[in-house]
DNA sequence: TTCCAGGACGACA
DNA sequence: TGTCGTCATGGA
C-alpha cells in the first residue's frame, strides 16, 4: 500500500526521526502481544474513548524523516474529528516528545553509544500506562524474562478483559480497581511469589486509597519521583527508575541495577560494572541515561531476537 | 548441583 | 548504614 492511498486518512505527524517498527518492536520479548500488539504493520492498544474501552489501531504512514501514522478505532478508520481528538494520546504513546536529535549528540563523544544510535536511528519505545507499567515491573523482579512473561499472561488471562483483533487476543490490562480486590491468596497458583502477588495487590490498594498518585509522577522531576514510589511497598530503586523511564519516558531514569543494562555494557564496553560503579560510568551521558538504557535495552533486543529470527 | 535471571524486604550487627 | 538470608521459579 503506497503513501496516497494511507493518505486517505487524516495523519499524525511525528517528529522525526522515528523509525515505528523498530521503536514498536522493542518490547516484543517482554510485554508485546498481550496488552499491546505489533503485526503486519499495526500497532494496537486497549485505550479508553469516550469512556469505554476501544482498540486503538495506528497504521505507519510516512517514513523515518517524515513520520506519520493514522489511527483506527475498533477496525474502523477514525475520522478527522476523532483523529485530532486522538492525536495528543498517540504522540504521547509513542513517546513523541523525546528529542533524539539532542540525545544522539549528546552522546556523540562515545564511540559505542553513537554506533549504537546509527544502529537503532529513530528508536523511541513505546510508553505503557504507568499503572500497567509499574505491575509488569514488578512481576519482572528478580526472575527470568521468559518467567515473566509467563506470569504476565496468567495474571491477564486471569483478570483482564480481552478482545479478538485480527485473529488475535489483545488484553486491556485491570486497573487497580480490579487489582485492589483480588485476594493475594488467589495469585499464588499463577505461581507469583506470596510476596509479588501482595505487592500487586497492596500497589492497587494504594491508588484506589489515593495514597498512591501515579498521575502525579508527571510533575514531579526524577529526583522526586524515584523517592517517592520507593516509600511504597514492592517498590524498590530499581522498580521505580524501569517505571520512570518505560512509562514516562524519562531520559535521566536510569536503571542501573538491571542485569539487562550490565548486560548490555559488559558486552559493549568490556566493563562487568556493580551499580554503584554503573551510575559513575552511565554519567558519560549526562542526564540521558535512562534514553541511553533504551538504547542498550534495544541493543540487547537485537542480539537475542536475531537467533531465533535465523532458526 | 549451582548460579543467575530486567529485586525487594526484613533482620541483624 | 551495610550485609545477609529469604522468597520463588526456570533455564543454562
Not at 264 to 271: C, D, E, F, T, V
Not at 295 to 301: D, T
Request: charged share 20%; proline share 6%; net charge neutral.
Amino acid at each position: 500500500m503506497t503513501i496516497e492511498q494511507l493518505s486517505r486518512h487524516p495523519l499524525i505527524a511525528l517528529a522525526a526521526p522515528y523509525d515505528f517498527a523498530l521503536s514498536i518492536s522493542f518490547w516484543q520479548l517482554s510485554t508485546l502481544e498481550l496488552c499491546e500488539q505489533w503485526a503486519d504493520g499495526v500497532y494496537r492498544r486497549v485505550i479508553v474513548h469516550n469512556g469505554r474501552p476501544v482498540v486503538l489501531s495506528l497504521h505507519q504512514a510516512g517514513t523515518v524523516d517524515a513520520p506519520a501514522v493514522w489511527a483506527a478505532l475498533d477496525q474502523q478508520p477514525a475520522t478527522l474529528e476523532e483523529t485530532q481528538q486522538l492525536a495528543p494520546l498517540v504522540r504521547q504513546l509513542l513517546g513523541d516528545d523525546a528529542d533524539l536529535a539532542g540525545f544522539y549528540e549528546a552522546v556523540a563523544h562515545d564511540p559505542v553509544m553513537a554506533s549504537l544510535t546509527q544502529l537503532l536511528r529513530g528508536t523511541r519505545p513505546p510508553r505503557s500506562p504507568a499503572w500497567e507499567t509499574l505491575c509488569w515491573v514488578v512481576i519482572g523482579q528478580q526472575i527470568s524474562l521468559p518467567f515473566a512473561r509467563t506470569l504476565k499472561t496468567r495474571l491477564v488471562q486471569g483478570y483482564a478483559d480481552s478482545f479478538d483483533v485480527a485473529g488475535r487476543t489483545l488484553f486491556h490490562f485491570p486497573s487497580p480497581e480490579r487489582l485492589a480486590s483480588v485476594a493475594v491468596e488467589a495469585l499464588l497458583p499463577l505461581q507469583f511469589s506470596r510476596n509479588k502477588a501482595s505487592f500487586i495487590v497492596g500497589l492497587a490498594q494504594a491508588i484506589v486509597e489515593e495514597r498512591l498518585d501515579l498521575l502525579a509522577l508527571t510533575d514531579m522531576p526524577t529526583a522526586q519521583a524515584v523517592p517517592y514510589l520507593m516509600q511504597f511497598r514492592g517498590i524498590g530503586r530499581w522498580t521505580a527508575e524501569f517505571t520512570l523511564m518505560r512509562a514516562l519516558g524519562r531520559r535521566d531514569a536510569l536503571p542501573a541495577n538491571d542485569a539487562g543494562v550490565r548486560q548490555a555494557i559488559a558486552a559493549l564496553y568490556g566493563q562487568r560494572l556493580a551499580e554503584p560503579e554503573l551510575r559513575v560510568f552511565a554519567q558519560r551521558w549526562g542526564d540521558w541515561q535512562g534514553t541511553a538504557a533504551l538504547y542498550l535495552f534495544s541493543w540487547l533486543k537485537t542480539q537475542r531476537l536475531a537467533p531465533q529470527a535465523a532458526a
